[in-house]
């Protein structure tokens, strides 16, 4: 898997493996102005999942109420089709 942020719907860094996200991921549950991250699959390219973590850190003056453990992480992906049409060696 490779992962990449968007934050404010501009991407943030390089796609980078899972691992390596995981301190970026701890960074974005700090930052985020909203009470939410979403996760989405982009693509899969040469055999690896590429996952999307959408934040936003524009608040506009809304005061944060909520700790990063009670940030709700909403995952989506294509529909149930794409999938379906993906070569089995994918």
């Known amino acids: 898997m490779l992962v990449i942020g968007e934050e404010n719907g501009h991407r943030v860094g390089p796609w980078v493996d899972i691992d390596t996200f995981e301190f970026r991921f701890a960074s974005i549950l700090d930052r985020t102005a909203r009470d939410w991250v979403n996760v989405h699959v982009e693509s899969?390219?040469?055999?690896a999942l590429k996952l999307v973590v959408e934040y936003r850190t524009d608040a506009a003056g809304v005061p944060r109420t909520w700790t990063a453990a009670e940030i709700s992480v909403n995952l989506s992906g294509p529909i149930k089709s794409w999938w379906d049409g993906l070569p089995v060696s994918e």
């Open 44 to 47: 899969i390219e040469a055999g």
